[in-house]
């Protein structure tokens, strides 16, 4: 079973600029794109994204914004994403809570996976991410969290990532209407 372990930090602008520099020229860069995720209104953290590259069903399993959760992933052609959301929101009746518009630059920084974010009408996240097993989710934490501070990042604590993602799931249609 995979555990995914990761911290998140909300950042400025000019943060992200600064990190980006940083990490293209201390990590492997991996990757840029475009994504386009629904959140569904279940009961799990269930959702399904389409991005440069392809599309995916994922669950993860305990509550949002949690630093260790049970990750399951299918993915799929880029092509078959209106097919998947179809046979979630027209044949299952699965409403989508919120659509989240994200441009995503992931590095690989030694042994962890970076990425920094800027979500349009959410604004910029750094992610830092392990996936590991239960018995060394402990350890894989702590390891994120020191560098988290070699990088002179505060985490940002759960409360203010959960207050945010509930203002942006009232408001997220008014807050992407250019899109």
Same mark, same amino acid.
């Given at each position: 079973?995979?555990?995914?372990?990761?911290?998140?930090?909300?950042?400025?602008?000019?943060?992200?600029?600064?990190? $980006?520099?940083?990490? #293209?020229?201390?990590?492997?860069?991996?990757?840029?794109?475009?994504?386009?995720? #629904?959140?569904? &209104?279940?009961?799990?953290?269930?959702?399904?994204?389409?991005?440069?590259?392809?599309?995916?069903?994922?669950?993860?399993?305990?509550?949002?914004? &949690?630093?260790?959760?049970?990750? =399951?992933?299918?993915?799929?052609?880029?092509?078959?994403?209106?097919?998947?959301?179809?046979? %979630?929101?027209?044949?299952?009746? =699965?409403?989508?809570?919120?659509?989240?518009?994200?441009?995503?630059? !992931?590095?690989?920084?030694?042994?962890?996976?970076?990425? $920094?974010?800027?979500?349009?009408?959410?604004?910029?996240?750094?992610?830092?991410?392990?996936?590991?097993?239960?018995? #060394?989710?402990?350890?894989? $934490?702590?390891? $994120?969290?020191?560098?988290?501070? =070699?990088?002179?990042?505060?985490? !940002?604590?759960?409360?203010? %990532?959960?207050?945010?993602?509930?203002?942006?799931?009232?408001?997220?249609? !008014?807050?992407?209407?250019? =899109?």
């Amino acid at each position: 079973m995979n555990i995914e372990v990761e911290i998140r930090s909300l950042i400025t602008k000019e943060k992200y600029e600064e990190l $980006l520099k940083y990490f #293209h020229q201390e990590a492997k860069f991996i990757s840029k794109d475009e994504q386009e995720t #629904h959140y569904f &209104d279940t009961k799990e953290d269930l959702r399904i994204q389409k991005n440069d590259y392809f599309s995916k069903i994922w669950l993860k399993k305990g509550k949002m914004h &949690d630093e260790c959760r049970e990750e =399951i992933e299918v993915q799929f052609n880029k092509e078959d994403f209106n097919k998947i959301q179809n046979i %979630f929101e027209e044949t299952l009746n =699965i409403k989508t809570n919120i659509k989240w518009f994200r441009t995503r630059n !992931t590095f690989k920084w030694q042994d962890i996976g970076v990425y $920094l974010d800027y979500t349009r009408g959410y604004g910029y996240i750094l992610e830092l991410e392990k996936i590991t097993t239960e018995h #060394h989710k402990d350890e894989a $934490l702590q390891n $994120l969290k020191e560098r988290l501070k =070699i990088l002179n990042i505060p985490l !940002t604590p759960k409360e203010e %990532f959960n207050n945010k993602f509930e203002f942006y799931k009232k408001n997220w249609e !008014t807050l992407t209407k250019n =899109i």
